[in-house]
């Protein structure tokens, strides 16, 4: 089974493509909609916005052209400190794993910012 380094609900930015700067000219900070661990594609909120054409379905429902987000290798993303009292706040970080107190007593893996400490 293969594995990715983000998952659905980070918060993470793009690091290359077209969408790697929005309109302000900041790097694009988004959350994670879904992820495909056997394609290592990712989709992340408002980026990589393709066109799609759909058809009518049920008679008086209208068809046309609609924008939906489209997949795109998890590479091309990097996971970001939501902490806002870490020197690494919404920039790109590797995540650092920890082990801490899970349920029944046994150790359960989490992924926390290098930084500040946080779980991620």
Do not use: W
């Not at 091309?76 to 970080?93: D, G, M, W």
Request: charged letters at 30%; aromatic letters at 4%.
């Amino acid at each position: 089974m293969k594995s990715l380094h983000v998952k659905k609900g980070d918060t993470v930015i793009v690091i290359s493509g077209d969408d790697r700067k929005n309109d302000k000219g900041e790097n694009t900070i988004a959350k994670v909609i879904a992820t495909s661990p056997e394609e290592g594609k990712v989709i992340v909120e408002g980026v990589n916005v393709v066109s799609k054409h759909q058809k009518a379905r049920k008679q008086g429902e209208t068809g046309g052209i609609i924008k939906v987000e489209g997949a795109f290798y998890a590479s091309k993303v990097q996971l970001v400190c939501t902490n806002s009292s870490c020197e690494k706040y919404n920039k790109a970080i590797r995540a650092k794993a920890s082990f801490k107190e899970g349920k029944n007593g046994k150790q359960v893996k989490v992924r926390v910012c290098p930084k500040c400490g946080k779980e991620i």
